[in-house]
Each structure stands twice: as structure tokens, then as C-alpha cells.
């Protein structure tokens, strides 16, 4: 066995204990300083610089260190090591698992509003999304999770870029869509938003989607372009249709048990920390999403255009079906399309 391979495998096994120290070159001494708390954070995508989960964690660690040395260490784990998201979700709660990093769309299945989020064509572009979650849509949203489930939202980053149809055979036109099941996050607007679309939504977990795809499970999924390529899914599904159909924002949240852990006088660099990075992930998304196509066509992505405008037409009863529902997230999205400029 390769011993260095071996090593890898380990390191990855035992979860990143990389914090405001160990994974960052030139910070091991501060490892041998015991932190005053030490917090676990996860996430469902793999440990890759094409990442938008890793982007954010990478930055927010580093900050971390910059301003409380190795007072507060969270160790990452990545590739849904600690569970699947869905089961995640209530540790943080709870407070077993102390953070996560997730697209907003999970945190529906313990607050339903938070599904406004994940309807077709809400957003216009990652400007737009972020505008809009920095206003008054975010601030009520944020307090929805806090009062409901006290989980703090830490910010409202960016996927890394719009959420596109990626499939094993070409999918050029709209009507080319009608039928392909697709696999899809097994939550309700996303389901719905791509039925809407014509395709047949098949609800699979993350890190199932490479072998469905292999299997034929699935003709297809959808998701953004670094992620396709982090997760090497370009050598099952060569083909991609630009639909940005969905610009959900990736949210790093911490329980409110374990924010009690940090003591008073280190709450206020910890958020700061985790605003900073928000910002620099928001600011990396549009370039990463663009070198990512790049590297996805000299991969051998083929890559086609469709009508936009039809499909937006086609999500639109989704929109009055899910505020008729949940009438408390009418004025989030009045807010959001205000936002649009």
C-alpha cells in the first residue's frame, strides 16, 4: 500500500483538525497550545479548492487565527463524515455537531420558509442574491432559524455560481428536457422547481450521485460548475445545459449551544471571522464558477444554451403555490425582487 495514500486516508478519516491551526502550512505550533473550545464543523461536499464550502471554511479558519490564536479550534469534516446532511442537521440542533456548512435548502426540512429560497428564477444572479440576503430578506430569515430551531446563520455565501442540468446526453432545447430524471436535492423546491422545468426530479443524496449516474439510476443532476468538477462527475456526464435555474446561497451556521461555548469576549471575533469570510467566498464565486467551465470544456463538457425565459415562465405557479402556503415568506420575496435593481 502507497504510505503516503495511506496517510491521506487517515487524516481524512479522523476528520480535519485544521481549525485556526493544523491545516494551515507554518501553524502547527499552535496546535501544541491547548484552545479554550473546540467546535466540529461539516460538510457534504469533498475537500477541494473547487469547493464553496472548503473556499469559505479555509478563509474563516484563517481569520479565526488572525485574531484569537488557538483560543477557539473547529475542526472540519468534509464528505459528510460526520453523517448526510439530513441527519446533520439535527445534531446541530442539539448540539452534538457544533456547525455545518450547507446550501441554505436542507435547513427547510426543520424551517419550511427557508424553501423560498430554492424556487426557480428567484434570484437573477449571485449580485442579486447577495444584495438581497444582506437587507431585510436575509435578517428575517436568519431570526426565522434562530427563534425556531436556534441555529445562527453566520452568512449568506454563494454557491459558486448558477445551478445548471449536467446529463449523459445532450440536452439542447427545452423541449429536450421533458422526461430526464435528474437527480435533484431531496427537498421540496427543488423537486418542484425542476419538475416545473419537464424533467423528473429523483430526490439522491450527495455523495450518491457518481455511482447513480454510472448505474443509470439517473439520466443526469443539477448543480453549479466547480462542484461538478470537485466532484469528477464530468467523466459520467459530458453534456451541460444552461439553465441557472437556482442561485441558493451556501449557509455556514453555528447551534446556539455551541455558540454558548465561546466565551462572551471571543463571540464578537468569531463572527467576525465568519462575515469576512462570507464576503471573500462571494467575492471568488463568479471567477471560480468561470475557470471552472474552462477547465470542464477542456475536459471534454459539451455546453449548450437554452431559453431561459420559457423555463422562468414554466417555474412561475411554483412561486404564488409556495407563498399561498407559506404566507409569512410573501413580503421575503417582495423584498428580493425589490432587490433585483
Known sequence: MNSTNASKRQFLKAGLAIGTAAALPGNLAFAQDKPLVTLRMSSTLPLDANSAHYVWYSRFAQNLKNAVGNKIVVNYFPSDQLGKESDVVNQVRIGSVDMMISGSSIWSTTVPEIGVLDMGYLFTGLDHS??????????????????????????????????????????????????????????KNFVSTLRYMGAVPTPIPFGEIYTSLQTGVVDGFEHD??????????????????????????????????LA?????????????????????????????????????????????????????????????????????????????????
Not at 461538478?228 to 462527475?233: I, N, R, S, T, Y
Open 225 to 258: 460548475a466547480p462542484t461538478a468538477l470537485a466532484g469528477k462527475f464530468f467523466e459520467v456526464a459530458k453534456y451541460c445545459a444552461l439553465t441557472q435555474h437556482i442561485y441558493n446561497p451556501q449557509t455556514p451556521v453555528i447551534g446556539k449551544r455551541s
Open 130 to 187: 447577495a444584495r438581497a440576503l444582506d437587507g431585510k430578506a436575509g435578517a428575517v430569515l436568519s431570526k426565522l432559524m434562530v427563534d425556531r430551531i436556534g441555529v445562527q446563520v453566520l452568512g449568506w455565501a454563494h454557491s459558486l455560481g448558477a445551478r445548471n442540468v449536467f446529463t449523459k446526453n445532450p440536452v439542447r432545447s427545452v423541449a429536450e428536457l421533458k422526461g430526464i430524471k435528474l437527480r435533484v436535492l431531496p427537498v
Open 261 to 341: 461555548k465561546i466565551p462572551a469576549d471571543l463571540q464578537k471575533p468569531f463572527l467576525d471571522a465568519a462575515a469576512e469570510a462570507t464576503g471573500y467566498q462571494r467575492q471568488r464565486a463568479a471567477d471560480m464558477e468561470r475557470d471552472a467551465f474552462e477547465k470542464l470544456k477542456g475536459l471534454g463538457l459539451t455546453v449548450s444554451a437554452v431559453d431561459r425565459e420559457a423555463l422562468r415562465k414554466d417555474v412561475a405557479p411554483l412561486w404564488s403555490e409556495f407563498t399561498a402556503q407559506y404566507p409569512a415568506v410573501k413580503p421575503v420575496v417582495d423584498e428580493i425582487v425589490a432587490a433585483r435593481g
